[in-house]
Nanobody, 119 residues
Framework: QVQLVESGGGLVQAGGSLRVSCAAS??????????MGWYRQAPGKQRELVAT???????NYADSVKGRFTISRDNAKNTIDLQMNSLKPEDTAVYYC???????????WGQGTQVTVSS
């Protein structure tokens, strides 16, 4: 089993910055290959990918956040951070941390953290 605990988020004005972090507990992240990442869900919309990062630091970003968001990872601590700059009102959503064990066919989600960008 894996538990994901998120922190950060909050309210910021457009153009500002926020950082959200996620820590994964349990032994599985150290044993099995995995990808960690952030997804978001705005009211009335489907959950969408924001950014992901593998243990080998291969990163993938949604087109809407490229150049503004940066995902990083600490394998020793099993944590990921998402630095969000130049935030826009359309970035407002609940941000969910995810860890995906492709070889196991298992995925886990955090409880979500609210990010609100005011115009």
């Amino acid at each position: 089993q894996v538990q994901l605990v998120e922190s950060g988020g909050g309210l910021v004005q457009a153009g500002g910055s926020l950082r959200v972090s996620c820590a994964a507990s349990g032994s599985m992240p150290n044993i099995y290959p995995n990808t960690m990442g952030w997804y978001r869900q705005a009211p009335g919309k489907q959950r969408e990918l924001v950014a992901t990062i593998t243990r080998g630091s291969i990163r993938n970003y949604a087109d809407s956040v490229k150049g503004r968001f940066t995902i990083s990872r600490d394998n020793a601590k099993n944590t990921i951070d998402l630095q969000m700059n130049s935030l826009k009102p359309e970035d407002t959503a609940v941000y969910y941390c995810n860890i995906n064990f492709i070889s196991l066919g298992s995925t886990y989600w955090g409880q979500g953290t609210q990010v609100t960008v005011s115009s």
